[in-house]
């Protein structure tokens, strides 16, 4: 993707998304894209409207987002954008900074859920955290963080 533009490598994935979604529509699944932030290295799809645009030009419920809540963290994505867009997402992902434990919530993580309750968001959210050894206790409280704020 370095070596071309982006226009390019948007032709690229349309035509494989053209390519899948056949597969797609017979087998009931949903591909969701994600944007994945300029912070971790990322030279395509890194900016929410990106992902907006290839999904809305697909216009099929087969296509969607799959948000993660670090969108907010790390680009300048207005509550507005995100809110006028809930159709197009599928998927959200809730993590910390780093993928850390939910242990003590961020603000950012807080306002989110906020906003989401707020807007009866009706799509799948879960909690991503990635660590380098299985840590029970740890996993126990997050889970019970992660679902007291929905509750």
């Known amino acids: 993707r370095k070596k071309h533009t982006i226009k390019y490598t948007d032709d690229i994935f349309k035509k494989f998304i053209k390519k899948i979604i056949p597969f797609l529509e017979k087998n009931n699944i949903v591909f969701c894209i994600e944007t994945i932030p300029k912070v971790y290295n990322s030279n395509y799809l890194y900016k929410f409207n ?64 906020k906003l989401l309750k707020n807007k009866h968001y009706q799509g799948t959210v879960y909690l991503e955290i990635i660590s380098g050894k299985f840590e029970n206790k740890k996993i126990n409280k997050s889970i019970n963080n992660f679902t007291k704020l929905f509750n």
């Open 50 to 113: 990106q992902t907006r645009k290839i999904v809305k030009y697909f216009n099929n419920k087969f296509i969607k987002i799959n948000f993660d809540s670090g969108i907010f963290f790390n680009t300048e994505l207005s509550k507005k954008v995100f809110t006028n867009n809930l159709d197009l997402i599928n998927n959200i992902q809730i993590s910390e900074p780093y993928f850390n434990f939910f242990l003590n919530p961020n603000k950012y993580n807080l306002n989110f859920i």
